[in-house]
């Protein structure tokens, strides 16, 4: 198949899950879709299609929450970055590793740093921040405040 | 009957020198539970870049790593390229290439070198990297640095390749070609190596696919991934090279890949410095318009990926640093279960692992603890020589 049929395909099959279809250039498709039918569209596009998963990539807006899923079709060159939109004070969505396993360490990631919940995900540790980091401070949230009052704040930088 | 043991690796590997923390459950022998634990050396750098304008942080980001310093700057200003959008010209492109593949070439290197000291084959490890000096020199020609080349910024190189400086250079790409072949011979020919490593820690093809493993790692179950070819960037859809794949998935074979990739990245860089087209190196971008862009190449480690977002300010308001080493890390599960012991150290390895990429995310907590910057470092040390010096004339 080539790119025309692939993104053609994703849209009829799914075309009440997704809400904005954006063709940004020849490599890059930006598909925002409803964070119920996640694990159907991520599943389709990683076993049916036959793509890579890259990563994904958690950001605070101030508005609302956004994920990004990355994968990369590898044969006709397409990265296709599934778009979530989560809103306070809902921070859940459904857990990709039980799709592949290399869902796993980022979900810990995005988990404990932004504070997403996901479900169904086996073993939601820490992966990054260290023990004693508290319950429910979040450091990569947009209203992020420095919890410490003993901090030492690095002279050099 | 079977009663486990937790072997602890860590917090400071011994061999690697890197921190991060294995728990190795192990029955007798064998290697029954693994659980990898990383975290000890953060430095905030994705949230140090948003505080950085989109210049400064090309240099924030080549501090990432040391070995890979250029593969880091190298997805990030294609991810803000991809912002624009907007083509470099065709001599940065080159230049590119040439600085990516020389590091590829020291990176493997330098790994083989480990992977031969951990086998405790020191051989193995003395050539490599005296070898690996040879193009730490070639380096140093191209770019005026050993490390860091500091040769990437949004929109071009910052440094132009001198015409006069490339027979020189050439000629001593070609010097290191019979050593890398004898390298490879030393390696492929060795009884006791094959004994050692083949048929140990094995990623199959469907381990590899699941676990969404990068570069050589992938390459070596057999799974043709190489961003260089898949989605081609800088110059490697000019020039004639071969992806290198085997079919195993053991640690012999991840050897293997290594090694032949090096020449291949011979060939790469004599291509692309013969045929080094004539045209700016720089096309001066001054704004950054609000969006987002993704930028992917091919690491010596696997793919880097990076994800910028901009508001069109100055600053990027989201900068996401994926290195090859997060998506590798978890494949110790599918390969070291099942091992022995004595394996794991090589098959820990095998992946050629880079932590301090892996942790580059979060905000320190010293907690009361007092911090050393760099002149109290020299202080402390000036005072123990100065304690040793007058304990010496006391004598």
Redesign the interface.
């Given at each position: 198949m080539n790119r025309e049929e692939i993104l053609k395909d994703i849209q009829g099959r799914f075309k009440g899950d997704i809400i904005d279809f954006f063709d940004k250039?020849p490599?890059?498709v930006?598909i925002e879709i409803k964070p119920e039918s996640l694990v159907k569209i991520a599943s389709f596009v990683f076993k049916d299609l036959g793509a890579?998963?890259?990563?994904a990539?958690g950001?605070d807006t101030r508005f609302h929450m956004e994920i990004?899923y990355?994968f990369?079709i590898?044969e006709i060159?397409l990265?296709i970055?599934l778009r979530v939109k989560l809103f306070k004070p809902n921070l859940e969505v459904d857990s990709l590793s039980g799709v592949?396993?290399?869902a796993?360490?980022?979900e810990r990631?995005i988990h404990e740093?932004l504070g997403i919940n996901f479900k169904g995900h086996p073993d939601l540790r820490?992966?990054?921040?260290?023990d004693?980091?508290p319950e429910g401070v979040y450091?990569?949230r947009c209203d992020?405040q420095e919890w410490?009052k003993?901090?030492?704040r690095?002279?050099?930088? | 009957m079977s009663r486990r043991t937790i072997v602890p690796i860590g917090p400071y590997h011994p061999l690697q020198e890197e921190p991060e923390f294995f728990t190795l459950t192990v029955e007798g022998e064998k290697v029954v539970d693994i659980d990898v634990q990383v975290g000890y050396n953060h430095r905030g750098i994705e949230k140090l870049s948003e505080l950085k304008t989109f210049d400064q942080s090309t240099f924030v980001i080549e501090r990432i790593c040391g070995i890979c310093s250029t593969s880091h700057p190298f997805a990030y200003v294609r991810a803000v390229e991809d912002i624009i959008p907007v083509e470099v010209p065709e001599r940065a492109k080159y230049i590119r290439t040439i600085i990516a593949e020389g590091e590829r070439i020291h990176s493997h290197l330098l790994w083989l070198g480990l992977a031969g000291h951990f086998l405790g084959y020191n051989t193995v490890y003395m050539w490599a990297w005296k070898l690996r000096e040879e193009i730490l020199d070639v380096m140093e020609i191209l770019s005026g640095n050993r490390n860091n080349y500091a040769m990437f910024k949004p929109g071009g190189v910052r440094r132009d390749i001198k015409r006069e400086d490339i027979p020189g250079v050439i000629k001593k790409i070609d010097s290191i070609v019979p050593t890398l072949t004898m390298l490879k011979k030393a390696v492929m020919d060795d009884p006791v190596l094959h004994a050692r490593i083949e048929g140990i820690g094995v990623l199959t093809k469907e381990e590899s696919i699941n676990y969404c493993a990068l570069g050589p790692t992938s390459r070596a179950s057999g799974v043709a991934r190489d961003a260089r070819k898949d989605s081609p960037y800088g110059a490697y859809d000019k020039v004639k090279w071969d992806m290198i794949v085997t079919k195993n998935g053991d640690v012999y074979d991840k050897v293997i890949v290594r090694i032949l990739e090096k020449l291949e990245s011979v060939k790469i860089m004599k291509q692309c410095l013969l045929n080094l087209p004539d045209t700016e190196i720089d096309l001066n971008i001054k704004d950054i318009p609000p969006g987002e862009g993704i930028g992917h190449i091919e690491a010596p480690r696997g793919e880097t990926f990076h994800y910028v977002r901009s508001d069109g300010t100055n600053r990027p308001v989201r900068h996401k640093v994926r290195a090859p080493t997060f998506m590798n890390l978890p494949t110790y599960k599918a390969t070291v279960v099942g091992e022995t012991l004595s394996d794991a150290t090589i098959i820990l390895a095998a992946i050629d692992p880079c932590y301090c990429c892996t942790e580059r995310i979060a905000v320190r907590n010293t907690k009361g603890r007092k911090l050393y910057n760099g002149e109290d470092l020299i202080k402390l040390s000036q005072a123990k020589t100065d304690k040793i010096r007058n304990k010496l004339s006391l004598r």
């Open positions: 250039s490599k890059r930006y890579r998963f890259n990563i990539s950001v990004l990355h990369t590898e060159n990265l970055s592949f396993e290399g796993n360490w980022i990631e740093l820490r992966l990054l921040l260290s004693d980091w450091p990569l992020y410490d003993d901090a030492v690095d002279r050099g930088v | -």
